[in-house]
Nanobody, 118 residues
Framework: QVQLVESGGGLVQPGGSLRLSCAAS????????MRWHRQGPGKEREWVAS????????TYADSVKGRFTISRDNNKNTMFLQMNSLKPEDTGLYYC???????????WGQGTQVTVSS
């Protein structure tokens, strides 16, 4: 079955960095574009960044552009989100999501919590 396991979250001070990982299994990871989404406290889920199948094309929400970097390692079925210059408004639960449906279904991981606070 499809599994998406996010990790790497934690508590960090403003201006700090974190690197999130998403370990994927149960589908052909290299055949799917992937996305990161997040949901802050009291907010709706929002898209953060996307990456194409080969990793050559990336796009970012304006709120994170220049601070976050999305990448992937298809040999290890893993996607990453390097987050620098973190701000309190980056606080939230971060999820990895395949870019398209897998066998007709949408899949989300359980998320990893990022808290930016002094």
């Amino acid at each position: 079955q499809v599994q998406l396991v996010e990790s790497g979250g934690g508590l960090v001070q403003p201006g700090g960095s974190l690197r999130l990982s998403c370990a994927a299994s149960g589908f052909t990871f290299s055949a799917y574009a992937m996305r990161w989404h997040r949901q802050g406290p009291g907010k709706e889920r929002e898209w953060v960044a996307s990456i194409n199948t080969g990793g050559s094309t990336t796009t970012y929400a304006d709120s994170v552009k220049g601070r976050f970097t999305i990448s992937r390692d298809n040999n290890k079925n893993t996607m990453f989100l390097q987050m620098n210059s973190l701000k309190p408004e980056d606080t939230g639960l971060y999820y990895c999501v395949p870019g398209t449906l897998i066998r007709g279904q949408e899949y989300w991981g359980q998320g990893t919590q990022v808290t930016v606070s002094s």
